[in-house]
């Protein structure tokens, strides 16, 4: 046998930290790392944010962001140690022969210049491709990552597609060069299901057409099933487990794996709906403020106490657009909204403190939910005051009750944000959303940037004090399985309409209109062969129409 393209060995990654209030100190992230990779093969890294996937990937390229240092240990590409050559051999290497996608294309590129002007430049700079043959061959690699207009959509800039166009774009930029190895880092997290799959097809097809290596980085297990060979599970900068992907998925070994492959084993009864709903959105017809279009198209749907209602759909459904009609912040057009039975204003402006006290919002990224400069107490305490005036020892105390409630406990109350995990601050924010004593809490996509099994607690945690606090949710998400996971009903949304809707076993119950199909056929299942069935079935429908 060849060697190894990649050889990784006792890799040691360490940063310095800055705590509140404390001395700067070293630490060290990642601890004694070793694995090979064989070209043509992936390797799935997966684990919890902070496990260091993103660390170590970045490694084989030499490089360590944010204040990341690679301390000790090996890197070898083609047969030499990347970290013993120095930055001119680095600059050779980086974009020649080892590319990477990042995880957000739309902060990746350059929005002043063409897609096709960005994605040649790496293969021209190296002197890989003249500038004819570079175009030529990105060209190609659009037509493999089954791009629309191959031959014309080089010419388009960034904000001209869309977000898993791009990201396609950005697999093509990488494949470009003709690298050897590829690190893709969490590619299709960033995407709604239907996109993804689209998105985690060409990936999977412009490897095996290409021949590449490829390092896979994300937490989803059942998207990294689909495409690696072997699997390293990673946990505060360790390797849990090692072995090939059937292994992993099928046999895990170790008690950590196990719980990544039984994520989502949430079982929700389906309540029935009580006779008068805590909100009634009627005839809702919206559109944003110098557009001649509407973005929500006749929305009726209904949340009743104690119960939640799944708003489910792709990106640009209108999901979060229904949210901003719900809170006043986007008037619509006609329509009304009911509420606790009154009549709600249009209008924030016009709404009374009750209003306000009484609908509560959960957003989908905690960090820039709260502020950084105030304590956890806080944070949490400023609905208190608003709201019913406590203050002294009553607030703490209440404070103290909330934080008990959110299973955080003692400790936390004086702790900054920057003290926090991300399920931790995302926590914190239900409790800020709890303090106000609310009758309905919209939840806009308040997992989606966690990991699985922090995404798992808070959805436990959001049902428990569902029964407690008899609170009712509008949950917004597209993540199917946390829909069957929490959801009493279900409205599916597409292109600013509700095309199905209904209690969630009728929803997800065949038989399926067109959309509805697509979006519960596109989540990713944790078997091997998953993604090949589906493009087969999508490739013999497609011929058969």
């Given at each position: ?298 929305v009726n749907v209904e949340v009743h106490p104690g119960q939640t209602l799944a708003v489910v759909g792709e990106s640009g459904s209108g999901k979060s657009t229904l949210a901003r009609v719900i809170t006043g912040l986007l008037p619509p057009r006609d329509g009304k909204i009911e509420f606790a039975g009154r009549n709600l204003s249009a209008d924030l402006k016009g709404r009374t403190r009750e209003d306000l006290r009484e609908l509560q919002m959960i957003y989908q990224m905690a960090d820039v939910a709260m502020n ?124 600013g309409k509700v095309v199905r809707y209904g209690p969630k076993s009728q929803v997800l119950s065949p038989p399926f209109d067109d959309y509805t199909d697509l979006l519960l056929s596109s989540v990713p299942e944790m078997r091997l062969g998953w993604l090949e069935e589906v493009i087969e079935h999508r490739r013999m429908e497609s011929a058969g129409n």
């Amino acid at each position: 046998m060849s060697d190894p393209l990649v050889k990784v060995k006792n890799l040691k990654i360490g940063a310095t930290v800055y705590p509140p209030g404390e001395k700067p100190h070293d630490i060290e992230i990642v601890h004694g790392v070793d694995f090979e990779l064989e070209k043509g093969k992936v390797l799935g890294l997966i684990g919890e944010s902070g496990a260091g996937k993103s660390t170590i990937g970045l490694s084989t390229l030499g490089y360590g962001r944010g204040g990341v240092e690679i301390t000790g240990g090996e890197v070898w590409i083609n047969g030499r140690d990347i970290l013993k050559g120095g930055l001119g051999a680095l600059r050779k290497l980086r974009g020649s022969e080892v590319t990477y996608v990042s995880q957000s294309a739309a902060a990746s590129f350059n929005p002043a210049k063409k897609i096709m002007d960005q994605v040649t430049e790496a293969a021209i700079r190296h002197g890989k491709f003249s500038k004819s043959e570079a175009e030529k061959r990105a060209v190609d690699l659009f037509r493999q990552l089954s791009l629309p207009n191959p031959e014309t959509i080089g010419n388009r800039y960034p904000h001209q597609v869309s977000g898993g166009q791009l990201q396609r774009c950005m697999t093509a930029l990488a494949l470009c060069p003709q690298p050897d190895l590829v690190v893709f880092d969490e590619p299709t997290t960033a995407l709604d299901v239907t996109t993804q799959i689209d998105v985690l097809a060409a990936i999977k097809q412009a490897i095996a057409a290409t021949g590449v290596a490829a390092l896979y980085i994300t937490h989803d297990l059942a998207v990294v099933a689909q495409v690696s060979d072997h699997i390293m599970v990673l946990r505060n900068g360790d390797m849990v487990e090692y072995g090939d992907t059937d292994q992993i998925i099928n046999a895990p070994r170790e008690e950590y794996t196990q719980a990544l492959v039984s994520v989502r084993s949430i079982t929700h009864e389906e309540k029935k709906p009580t006779p008068e709903p805590v909100l009634t959105v009627k005839g809702i017809n919206a559109r944003y403020r110098g557009t001649n279009f509407d973005v929500l198209k006749n929305v009726n749907v209904e949340v009743h106490p104690g119960q939640t209602l799944a708003v489910v759909g792709e990106s640009g459904s209108g999901k979060s657009t229904l949210a901003r009609v719900i809170t006043g912040l986007l008037p619509p057009r006609d329509g009304k909204i009911e509420f606790a039975g009154r009549n709600l204003s249009a209008d924030l402006k016009g709404r009374t403190r009750e209003d306000l006290r009484e609908l509560q919002m959960i957003y989908q990224m905690a960090d820039v939910a709260m502020n950084p400069r105030q304590t956890v107490g806080t944070i949490i305490g400023r609905p208190l005051e608003f709201y019913f005036g406590m203050k002294g020892k009553a607030k703490r105390e209440r404070i103290q009750e909330l934080l008990d409630e959110i299973e955080l406990g003692t400790g936390f109350i004086d702790r900054y944000p920057a003290e926090l995990s991300g399920g931790q601050k995302q926590r914190v924010c239900i409790a800020r959303a709890l303090a106000a004593k609310p009758k309905l809490i919209i939840c806009d996509e308040v997992t989606s940037a966690l990991d699985p099994l922090v995404a798992d607690g808070i959805l436990k945690l959001l049902l428990n004090l569902q029964k407690v606090e008899d609170v009712a949710y509008l949950f917004i998400t597209h993540d199917i399985a946390t829909v069957r996971a929490i959801a009493d009903s279900i409205a599916v949304m597409y292109q600013g309409k509700v095309v199905r809707y209904g209690p969630k076993s009728q929803v997800l119950s065949p038989p399926f209109d067109d959309y509805t199909d697509l979006l519960l056929s596109s989540v990713p299942e944790m078997r091997l062969g998953w993604l090949e069935e589906v493009i087969e079935h999508r490739r013999m429908e497609s011929a058969g129409n």
